[in-house]
């Protein structure tokens, strides 16, 4: 009976982690569109506090009812079963072989239930891309990134201003359908005529349609990193020396280091 009774919690909990990862699975595209799972590991280790509430709270409305729900149901159904069964040892009357096929049963169910919320969670997230690239490293950066800080620049005596604007979020997405864009008028007209008429960079059929984003450098934090270092935002497990509030990757050259070590004074402007 105890070893029984093991085997029902053990089923009300894969059920209950088989469903919870269901609801991840639909609630993570919906709440952040397609990330890389490098984001959320990215986002797991930097500091969190004054975060926005709202996401987790989107969590719990989403994600956590069903799961609760359904678990709840089935741990009363074999509280039931269970009870049924002590009364039955009591009368003498104990079909062990029922019994043993509804165990069966369960479990099964509760195992395909486990199986594919895992199977559909690792896809919702990008976690077999992750691991495919894992897997397969690139030695891009050991063939051809150069150091920043050994190159030598030269710069007028007279400098001028350089102003770099960063634009969160946007995209040739918003061009019209015949510069690679989605939409039949171009959002962006105004940015479509300064990359016909400058230097951009391309990836595909058209001449102005972005550029290829490698991995971890696809979010707002790891963009600014790779366009201002040249490299990846790819931090090791244990990120304490690279992420905090004092600092941030203090072993990478960036554009804003070469600038202040040239006389210029950096300054930024945030949007709020």
């Known amino acids: 009976m105890k070893k029984r009774r093991m085997i029902s919690v053990l089923i009300v909990i894969l059920v209950f982690i ?10 993570v595209p919906s709440a ?3 990330i890389p799972f490098e984001q959320v590991i990215f986002h797991v280790m930097v500091p969190m506090d004054g ?18 729900i359904v678990s709840c149901i089935l741990l009363l159904l074999l509280i039931i079963s269970d009870w049924k069964t002590s009364v039955d040892i009591k009368n003498g009357q104990l079909q062990h072989k029922t019994n ?25 997230v ?4 992750y691991w495919y690239n894992v897997m397969h490293p690139s030695n891009i950066y050991e063939k051809y990134y150069v150091d920043p800080s050994s190159v030598n620049y030269t710069f007028p005596e007279t400098k001028r201003n350089l102003v770099y604007i960063f634009m969160e979020s946007m995209e040739t997405t918003y061009e019209d359908t015949a510069h690679g864009g989605y939409f039949e008028e171009s959002l962006i007209p105004e940015l479509t005529e300064l990359s016909e008429n400058n230097l951009t960079f ?16 696809g979010w707002t934090a790891a963009a600014l990193v790779g366009q201002t270092s040249g490299v990846p935002l790819n931090t ?18 960036t554009l804003g ?5 040239n006389g210029y004074q950096n300054e930024i402007l945030l949007g709020v």
């Not at 990008?126 to 891309?129: F, K, L, S, T």
């Not at 090791?236 to 050259?253: H, M, T």
């Not at 280091?257 to 070590?261: N, T």
């Open 202 to 217: 391309t990836n595909g059929d058209y001449s102005n349609n972005g550029f290829h984003a490698p991995a971890m450098s």
């Open 100 to 124: 043993c096929i509804l165990t069966v049963i369960s479990s099964i169910c509760c195992l395909i239930v486990y199986v594919f919320g895992i199977t559909d969670c690792i896809y919702a």
């Open 257 to 261: 280091d070469l600038l202040e070590d």
């Open 126 to 129: 990008g976690i077999d891309e």
């Open 236 to 253: 090791p497990a244990g990120a304490n020396a690279y992420l905090s509030d004092k600092s941030f990757l203090p072993g990478a050259y």
């Open 51 to 68: 975060a926005d509430s709202a996401v987790l709270d989107s969590f719990v409305s989403e994600c956590l009812p069903i799961p609760i």
């Open 32 to 34: 952040f569109g397609d």
């Open 18 to 27: 088989g469903l919870l990862l269901f609801q991840v699975a639909n609630w």
